[in-house]
């Protein structure tokens, strides 16, 4: 079992930045894979991020890449989101994810692949 809780989720104007925390706990951090999802109303939940456990290597959705970064710290059991540049249509509540295993790089990026889930924060953009 793994228990996600997300926080730093708020209010922000366009081009400004935010960053998202997922505090995790139940297993040992850094072992298994992690990601970022959002959704926003009447849309499918949309692959943001991840991160893959005990190498770290990260991957981005093409709709963030050069804008959003994942990362993890191992000693504080938390991994981040952090957002810059933000636009309107990032408007979303996230959620963070945690899955077991290698899956691939392809499978990284579907809903399915993750067992566990946080609650989601809100993230507004909008001046």
């Known amino acids: 079992q793994v228990q996600l809780v997300e926080s730093g989720g708020g209010l922000v104007q366009p081009g400004g930045s935010l960053r998202l925390s997922c505090a995790a706990s139940?297993?040992?951090?850094?072992?298994?894979?992690m990601a970022w999802f959002r959704q926003a109303p009447v849309k499918e939940r949309e692959f943001v991020a991840a991160l893959r456990g005990n190498s770290g290597m990260t991957y981005h959705g093409d709709s963030v890449k050069g804008r959003f970064t994942i990362s993890k710290d191992n000693g504080k059991s938390t991994m981040y989101l952090q957002m810059n540049s933000l636009k309107p249509e990032d408007t979303a509540v996230y959620y963070c994810a945690a899955g077991s295993g290698s899956p691939t790089s392809l499978y990284l990026r579907f809903p399915s692949t993750y067992t566990f889930w946080g609650q989601g924060t809100q993230v507004t953009v909008s001046s």
């Open positions: 139940g297993r040992t951090f850094g072992t298994y894979p």
